[in-house]
T-cell receptor
């Protein structure tokens, strides 16, 4: 079956701009989680969506937001980009939640200049 | 606050040289401990979930074990294709959330 698809794979944005990243989960998976991965902080949880509702949220500022559509596809938005937002953004899908086996996408590499 | 410490940060092995990676954790109550493998430029790949002390799981050359304070990922007779970063994560029972806390990972290189 098809895996988790994240688009775009690479993105370069200017400080102050906003960006939207997309994640298509595995068919039938209802939970989508987003993570930020940097060399300095490692892998950090952003938020989880389940059936179009945000179910869990990590410790990130309000500039980071997301949503999930009825087909379980999810988008993540970052407004007013800062240089420190440069990272690999990963999305993971699972059948019913983060306590089950999660499948990660290849990530979106965001560079803020 | 949940904490996860992985050691060593980096490990170099010769092909066939067995070893273990360590994941020490501090949580108020463990809901689950996860092991992932991550190759450069890719997302993590799920390996195992462990739920209670004494539990063990195996997959090919990998075996994960769990105690009340740490988990080990044993690699038996590794091959160069086992080279990757291995990540450990925990979910606690506190607060009713499922937010995972990840360790910084162990970078494994297996030389032929």
């Amino acid at each position: 079956k098809a895996g988790v698809t994240q688009t775009p794979r690479y993105l370069i944005k200017t400080r102050g701009q906003q960006v939207t990243l997309s994640c298509s989960p595995i068919s039938g998976h209802r939970s989508v989680s987003w993570y930020q991965q940097t060399p300095g902080q490692g892998l950090q949880f952003l938020f989880e969506y389940f059936s179009e509702t945000q179910r869990n949220k990590g410790n990130f500022p309000g500039r980071f937001s997301g949503r999930q559509f009825s087909n379980s596809r999810s988008e993540m938005n970052v407004s007013t980009l800062e240089l420190g937002d440069s990272a690999l953004y990963l999305c993971a899908s699972s059948l019913v939640g983060m306590n089950t086996e999660a499948f990660f996408g290849q990530g979106t590499r965001l560079t803020v200049v | 606050e949940d904490q996860v410490t992985q050691s060593p940060e980096a490990l170099r092995l010769q092909e066939g040289e067995s070893s273990s990676l360590n994941c020490s954790y501090t949580v108020s109550g463990l809901r689950g401990l996860f092991w992932y493998r991550q190759d450069p430029g890719k997302g993590p790949e799920f390996l195992f979930t462990l739920y209670s002390a004494g539990e063990e799981k195996e997959k090919e050359r990998l075996k994960a074990t769990l105690t009340k304070k740490e988990s080990f990922l044993h690699i038996t007779a590794p091959k160069p294709e086992d080279s990757a970063t291995y990540l450990c994560a925990v979910q606690s029972t506190s607060g009713g959330s499922y937010i995972p806390t990840f360790g910084r990972g162990t970078s494994l290189i297996v030389h032929p």
